[in-house]
């Protein structure tokens, strides 16, 4: 069973190794055992990247390959950064293939292996000096066979009348419908902050979101297939194949075991 979680989840896990006389309302707050204190102790940084190496050596040992991560295509800027000295600039052209149906510039992020009721939480910014021209998927969730890669949800931010707009949605690339919206404004950094709670059970199955750290979505909702192990891959993703040349830089991606480690700092 996997420990890491929120401190409430933590908790009742603890919870079942605690003496009995120690627990119920009794049990005043000021004698609380050190065994709750744990929780803070547990907190661990599973990968990280800032691109502050000046290079991707960050995304070398995620165990997922990368997409076209050329120079040409993913280049280590200064002067933009969220924070620290470098940013990374994403750019996707019509001649970055994959196949016949998909474009791709990712990076190789970090797996996790789970089970139901497991829980991942991640975080990162993203900025783009220039409304896209097209949708571009910059961030998903997919399962590693066994039994079959299965992409079970995306973000994604496209074109609107007046800018963008930034979604998320369940299924491959979003099919099954589209959970969250918002206006993505240009030329500003956004931070994204997400708590999966894993289950194929629609019911028990939960998506938390923080944008801009604001709570934007608390829904359950069938968070993962058959699959034990998935992968993301930041960058940029289409498909179908367009002509229109889009930018999406990314910043300070975190991965932990709790989610105080992946919210954003006043």
Known sequence: MSIGGDRQT?????????????????YKRNNIPMLFKIP??????????????????????TGTR?????????????????????AAKFTIHPDDIFNAQQLRVQVG????????????YMSFYLYMADAPKDRDNFFYWEGN????????????????RDGAA?????????????EWEAKFSIGKWHHLAMHIHWSEDPTKGN??????GSLVLDKKLKT????????????????????SVDSIYFDNFVLATTLDEVLMKP
């Open 10 to 26: 933590l908790r009742g896990y603890l919870s079942q190794f605690i003496p009995r006389q120690t627990q119920g309302p009794l």
């Open 40 to 61: 803070l102790l547990l907190a661990e940084i599973l990968f990280q990247a800032n691109f502050e190496t000046g290079d991707l050596s960050e995304w070398a040992k």
């Open 66 to 86: 990368g997409q076209n991560a050329t120079p040409r295509n993913i280049e280590l800027v200064t002067g933009i950064g969220q924070q620290g000295k470098y």
């Open 109 to 120: 992020g970090p797996r996790v292996t789970v089970a139901d009721g497991d829980d991942t």
């Open 145 to 160: 066979p066994p039994p079959r890669y299965n992409n079970v949800m995306t973000w994604w931010i496209e074109p609107t």
């Open 166 to 178: 930034i979604k998320y949605g369940t299924g491959n690339l979003g099919r099954n419908g589209t």
């Open 207 to 212: 998506t938390r979101l923080w944008f801009d």
């Open 224 to 243: 993962k297939g058959a699959e034990a192990v998935y992968f993301c891959q930041p960058g940029i993703h289409r498909s179908p194949h367009k002509p």
